[in-house]
């Protein structure tokens, strides 16, 4: 943890916490740090596992220290060993304690001679919370069986054993062995050429947080887009996806022109099957995505502006704790902001802005008081909840308010400033107001108060004065919505021809959260949006429509429940259907048929939204 100036501390009023070890790990990093990690590890289809070995190489900080202290979940660990310099090699005691349902197995190794290096030789479990094992039958092309990570938040313990803290960066490189024809790729530089041949070595130079590490291996294709980027798929899927993302070597150049050059060579994009829980994972060098973004028009490819954009924001700049993530998510999404008013204009970017605005403000109403802080108390949430709307849209809406009030210029010139100055390193939210207030604040005095920046990072909700966007289409449909619930507009009067996914999302999202059935079936005979392919309009119409009674819409909707896993686009479906007890049955029913091919992120997520809504029958979720 850094330690940081007197002045900044008095000014901020630092929280206690600030200081506090990460709470979601059981790692001492005061007392010895992993600097790298070298696995060797056998991607095994039949079992469902990896396995093989760990090498941590170590920087003892504390000379009295007895034990290394790891972070595992459900790993099988076979031995543990110190390797000496001259390749002696001797057993090292070690005791797995009992499970923490939230931190896992504390792994202590007895070590008071302190090795350099300690090689772990284990295996996963086929249900490690970190790893996806897909049978053919539940990929796009049903060929090839396919297996991906998705270490972030604390899930990188369920598949090697290490320090799984955000402040604690390592290199790595990797040997990983896999059937003939299967295609392995890491969060490294991947080679497009690589023979299929069953044996892949990768290595990250740069100092990474353990939530970055990535592995995926299966039946993928690969299409150049770019000099530096290419798309990896299955072979079903390939063309259409480096269509979709044709302008990533544009949307790298625009953040370079921004924030100076990419740090990490490549930048590839692996687009998994629909069962992926998150629109998309900035793996570095790799970002893992949803293909549901794929919808023809590119109207979803900020997806990859948003990946791209934590090349800077997250992945060079990193927050060193759960608590502190806005500083990845807030920042990532007004880079993300900018890179599509780069490539894409004006308009486009507003647009998104001004919906997610509009929908954190409809969210923050329904939130308790500490979830709506920047700077949730740590533990009050689990590492997975830290993930809200709040630190990707409050903390994006803060830097928009930065930057209005320093003006362009000297806000992009500071922004650029901060990333080179953090450069990989993992920071927290005082190390960051520290910096803001010696290179902005102070540097531009009179544009913006420390009470303001406490209270935008500090306290809840939105501040009153929070600039938003003018979308003049916006404002449209809102006069459109209401004239139509007023009923002095006809569904099929609405202009929505021209309405793009953007524009659509935001109709749908203004609507009551339970509208008058009749307005939904004449929503539906004029747009027909029951059945729709483009996942993010059928979300909100179906949770929409389901909440309106319109049970016409309800096989549809378990359609889209079945075929897509990814947490954001199907639990607010499956919220919908659990607020009657007809819906929760029905919701029930199609779980049990979609469990298989979901996720256990997403698994965890619906059956906890089973369980709230049979503890509070009747209640909304
Ligand atoms: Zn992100």
Redesign the pocket.
Known sequence: MRYLPAVALAAFALPLSAFAADPYSYAQPSVVRVTHLDLDLGVDFDQKALAGTATLKLDWKDPQAPELVLDTRDLKIAKVEALGAGGAVSPLKFTLAASDKELGEKLTIAAPKHPAEVRITYATVPTASGLQWLTPEQTADKKQALMFSQSESIHARSWVPLQDSPAIRFTYDAHITAPKGVRVLMSAINDAKHPLDGDFTFDQPHPIPSYLLAIAAGGLDVRETGPRSAVYAEPGVVAKAAHEFEDTEKLIAATEKLYGPYAWTRYDILVLPPSFPFG?M?NPNMTFATPTVLVGDKSLVSLVS??LA?SWS?NLVTSASWRDIWL??GF??YVQGRITEAVYGKTQADEEALLSARALEKGLAKMPVNAQKLTPSPRAVGADDALTDVA?DKGSWFLHTLEQRFGRDNFDAYLKGYFAHFAFQSIDTETMLAYMKTNLLDKYPGKMSVAEVRAWVYEPGVPKDAPLPTVARFDNIDAERTAFLDGTLGADKLDAKTWNTQEWMYFLDRLPDAPPLTKMQELDTAWHLTGTPNAEIGMRWYAHAIAAGDKAVWNAAGEHMQRIGRLYLTTPVYRAFAATPDGLAFAEGIYAKAKPAYHPMTQKAVEGIFAKAKAHPGKAT
């Open positions: 998309g900035e948003h990946e934590h997250g990845n998510e990532t999404t990707y």
